[in-house]
């Protein structure tokens, strides 16, 4: 008997059954149906369609079950089945409980696309790209850039594992933005998903911050005048003098985009809703430490750098200058430090200030020979020359 002939004679005796009100349902070949599981053993799972003998799950079909599900099947419980073979040679009808569900969860999926309505879940997984999230029976793809701006705020880290391994086991709610069956593509969106918006989010880190927190945050863009640093989803200032204590002409002399620092909030900003930040302060003072030897009185040299209206400027060793007020300059009445100094010039001078605060060094060059000084000046030349008070209080005799 030919297949053409086989499968008439099999739509005859249906519609004969049917005239003579039996009222048996014939399963077809990939129809999906509701069946009862009758049992499960070893390899093989039968479940009633309705029709006279029961439909069998077995081979790679059985196989196919992952086995957390299969342990949480019951006898007596309702499962899709997919229609495999209506009447296979041995006259059984293979069903499929993996294909159904598939199919259940593709339908699902068009239905949510179609209706942009959304789904909860839980992460059960990551790649490179983003994250997985089960739909139906089917594991749809959550690109980064589809991931809600609060949840990649606390992304760190450059691998997949750093990023997005703590999110595994995390509920989420998603939105079907494309159903791709013939590659098997499920794209899904958390962004889509939610209401919020890059606005809104910054309202809520605002609300939440407190000046002198230090936060980690990721570098987004450089600017002439300093860095936007995002920390928990808003984006903050660092501004050009708050990057380093040294100087820098441009931030990115010392940043480049999508690095993690740690940032110091310095200043909040309701109304305006911005956010100062600050990494410097979160790094040693290179001036403190280069100025621990210099305490006021001293006598130093110095090289004229700059002459100004109000006074001189003195380098006294490399990145470290200190100022000459236009009143220290000389005993006399100056107009202007030209008069007494001119650039290159090396000179001895006094140090009558150190402001750790403000980074400042206040020199004299008019007090340099201020019998004001003569005690310390007569100490530190003993000292100089590995003498002490105590070993001689007056100058050796010639």
Request: hydrophobic share 35%.
């Amino acid at each position: 008997m030919t297949p053409e002939n086989e499968n008439s004679e099999h739509t005859n005796m249906a519609s004969l059954l049917e005239q003579e009100g039996l009222g048996i349902d014939f399963p077809r070949q990939g129809e999906i149906r509701k069946g009862v599981l009758a049992s499960i053993s070893p390899g093989q799972i039968l479940v009633s369609v309705g029709t006279k003998s029961e439909g069998i799950i077995t081979g790679r079909e059985f196989d196919m079950i992952p086995q957390e599900e299969l342990k949480e099947l019951q006898v007596g419980q309702e499962i899709p089945v997919f229609v495999l073979n209506p009447e296979d040679q041995n006259g059984n009808l293979v069903l499929s409980y993996v294909r159904a569900r598939e199919e259940v969860g593709w339908q699902e999926a068009e239905d949510l696309m179609a209706s942009k309505g959304s789904h909860h879940s839980s992460i059960i997984g990551y790649n490179k790209g983003g994250l997985i999230v089960p739909l139906g029976g089917l594991r749809g793809f959550v690109p980064a850039s589809q991931i809600s701006l609060s949840r990649r705020a606390s992304v760190s880290g450059d691998t997949p594992d750093q990023k997005w391994s703590e999110m595994v086991g995390q509920e989420i709610d998603v939105v079907v933005i494309e159903v791709d069956r013939e590659r098997r593509r499920l794209i899904l969106s958390e962004r889509a998903a939610s209401n919020e918006t890059r606005e809104s989010l910054k309202e809520r880190v605002i609300d939440e911050l407190k000046e002198g927190e230090i936060r980690t945050g990721r570098v987004t863009s450089l600017a002439e005048f300093g860095a936007f640093v995002n920390i928990s989803g808003a984006d903050g200032l660092v501004h050009l003098s708050e990057i380093s204590w040294d100087r820098i002409a441009h931030p990115s002399e010392v940043l480049e985009v999508g690095q993690e620092v740690k940032v110091k909030v310095i200043s909040i900003d309701r109304e305006k809703k911005r956010i100062g930040l600050s990494i410097r302060q979160l790094l040693s003072d290179p001036w403190m430490q280069r100025t621990t030897k210099y305490q006021p009185g001293q006598l130093v040299e110095g090289k004229i750098t700059r002459l100004t209206k109000f006074g001189a400027f003195a380098r006294l060793e490399e990145d470290l200058e200190g100022l000459i007020h236009i009143s220290e300059i000389s005993e006399k009445r100056i107009e202007h430090p030209k008069e007494v100094l001119k650039e290159g010039d090396t000179v001895t001078l006094r140090v009558i200030k150190v402001d750790p605060e403000n980074h400042r060094i206040g020199l004299s060059l008019r007090r340099v020979d201020s019998m004001a000084y003569a005690d310390m000046d007569w100490q530190t030349l003993l000292e100089d020359e590995g003498l002490t008070s105590s070993d001689d209080s007056q100058p050796a005799a010639e």
